[in-house]
């Protein structure tokens, strides 16, 4: 095992990843678990497991098993781990639970701010990464600024002074060096006199925070965002947020970002890429937030003590753009109802508490773009309420919804709707005007007796799942779904009667049948043409399949009621 310490900002992380990408090769498996700090053990092990076995079935439900995952499935591997930036001994001792759990030959590379923790688990060699010379400074800021070695000769003493401000410390010197290119000369005056700060500390982040002033107003929103929610997270799943918020297209405002090396993209085999920012930038960006005033008063709340002093006691102002809390186990905030009447622009509020709360909410904003509410404790959403360029809608786990909303609602952009369990909800509303919806789950709404037939004609609908709807007796009498891929309805124990099949689905690809009461199938099935999967397992009162069954060419698997 091999330790490699220093401050943040330093190049811990780069050494490694050049170090794992140049031998890598000589392993049986390798794996670069990236930001230790940040993640849950359990992940972190599950991760471990895959990169290693390409397994994924493998699926660690806790730390203990996880340990024991390890310990047995590696002895006999050759494997190369890089464990970057651990903050504490637990997550040694959990993902190298001993020197000799891996097999022979294998390499351990641990990088970490805290020297005591490479000591504590008897690290093998050790070594500290130490700030750049003037020299090496000089020449990375160079490399950054000038796409060259060393500075032109009349810029030489304004880049000495930056080198001088940044301390040696890579990540100042590589954000700055980004920021200057093609900058004139009074404009690299006007950056060295915004980087004097009080203490080393200050002068950092001041040195960073240039990049983000010179940003535009979108920028800067996507900026502020990536720091307070989205670091971590993929690419995929953060652009349609940000696209949903900001004029600007979230591959070209993420581009810019990367750019001016305020994030990177880190991309992982099947997984796509996902959003990294170093500490100290995210830092930043979260300290910007902070002096924009108290809690009720700033743009972005991802702090549970901050968010739940803000929805308890009902001081938020139109400053509230997004909130974001998750992840604070056994911690559930007390809702005041009212809470959310003065946050006129809030855009993003995620939250998988169960929030305790008294009185009606009568108020959300119409600026919403996206709504990520775990136990969402509303029975209706307010008569007031019409976000009309809403995203998303995913309230999941709500025990109290019993009707989403009375009459007709216009969503033109709405998307996704996550509904699973929401146990108590009887009925869905016309859905007419949610012309884009793609995504509905319903999957486990137990109470749920009729869908309506505006469902039935939802162009753009790509998935549908109601699985495990016990009391559901009445579907659409006809549907005609252009872009459905896959329907489930398997536990629907009432359901009776399938719809009629309005014209081809050529995109149709799997349906699923499975422990219903359905007695027949309408002959119009045979417009499911790009149907291969079929599963009628234990439909007992299915007693015969229309011809038409046999039109079906793509069709590969059925899983016959007999």
């Not at 020449?139 to 070695?149: I, T």
């Not at 896959?486 to 309005?502: G, Q, V, Y």
Request: net charge neutral.
């Amino acid at each position: 095992m091999v330790g490699i310490w220093g401050p943040g900002g330093i190049g811990k992380t780069t050494i490694a990843k050049a170090v794992f990408n140049s031998i890598r090769h000589k392993f049986e498996g390798s794996c670069f678990l990236e930001d230790v700090r940040s993640n849950g053990l359990a992940p972190l092990q599950e991760r471990l497991l895959f990169d290693i076995f390409r397994d994924s079935t493998l699926k660690v439900c806790n730390v203990d098993q996880g340990v024991n995952f390890i310990k047995t499935g590696m002895q006999k591997k050759k494997v190369l781990l890089v464990l970057d930036d651990v903050s504490h001994s637990s997550q040694l001792h959990n993902l190298v639970p001993s020197h000799d759990c891996f097999g022979p030959g294998s390499r351990i590379l641990i990088t970490t701010r805290d020297k005591r923790w490479l000591i504590a688990h008897q690290v093998d060699e050790v070594y500290e990464v130490k700030m750049l010379n003037d020299r090496q400074a000089l020449n990375l800021f160079s490399l950054n600024a000038f796409k060259r070695n060393d500075p032109p000769g009349d810029y030489m003493e304004l880049a000495q002074r930056v080198v001088h401000y940044a301390q040696g410390l890579p990540l100042a010197l590589i954000v700055l060096g980004s920021y200057l290119f093609c900058k004139s000369k009074d404009e690299w005056e006007a950056t060295l006199d915004g980087c004097k700060g009080e203490d080393p500390h200050i002068e950092i982040i001041n040195v960073l925070k240039i990049s983000y002033d010179a940003l535009g107003v979108d920028l800067k929103g996507y900026f502020l965002d990536i720091a307070c929610f989205f670091k971590g997270k993929y690419v995929d799943n953060v652009k349609p947020i940000l696209e949903a918020c900001y004029d600007l297209k979230s591959l070209t405002g993420i581009a810019q970002l990367k750019q001016k090396a305020l994030i990177r993209i880190d991309y992982e085999t099947f997984k796509g890429g996902r959003i990294w920012m170093h500490d100290l930038i995210e830092e930043m960006g979260k300290e910007i937030v902070r002096q924009e005033g108290e809690s009720g008063g700033r743009s972005r709340l991802w702090n549970y003590d901050d968010a739940d002093h803000v929805l308890t006691d009902n001081i938020g102002t139109k400053k509230i753009k997004g909130i974001e809390v998750e992840g604070q186990l056994g911690k559930t905030i007390c809702l005041n109802a009212k809470s959310f009447s003065e946050m006129k622009n809030l855009r993003y509020f995620v939250s998988d508490y169960f929030a305790h709360y008294s009185g009606n909410i009568d108020y959300l904003s119409n600026e919403l773009r996206w709504l990520n509410w775990s136990g969402c404790p509303i029975q209706s959403f307010p008569s007031n309420f019409h976000p009309r360029k809403l995203v998303a809608l995913h309230i999941p786990y709500s025990r109290f919804i019993r009707r989403l909303w009375e009459g007709l609602k216009n969503f033109p952009i709405l998307t996704s709707m996550d509904l699973r369990c929401c146990k108590s909800l009887t009925e869905l509303p016309n859905f007419t005007g949610i012309p884009n919806l793609k995504e509905l789950n319903l999957y486990g709404c137990e109470s749920l007796v009729v869908v309506h037939q505006s469902v039935g004609f939802l162009d753009k609908l790509v998935t549908l799942s109601l699985e495990g709807c016990y009391k559901l007796v009445k579907l659409p009498t006809e549907i005609s779904l252009k872009s459905l891929i896959a329907m489930d309805l398997s536990d629907c124990c009432r359901l009776e009667e399938f719809p009629k099949i309005i014209g081809k689905m050529d995109s149709f690809k799997k349906l699923n049948l499975s422990h219903t009461s359905i007695k027949e199938l309408h002959s119009s099935i045979g417009n499911l043409m790009g149907l291969n999967e079929l599963n009628l397992a234990d439909c007992k009162n299915l007693t015969t399949i229309p011809c038409s069954i046999y039109e079906l060419q793509n069709l590969e698997i059925l899983d016959h009621f007999i």
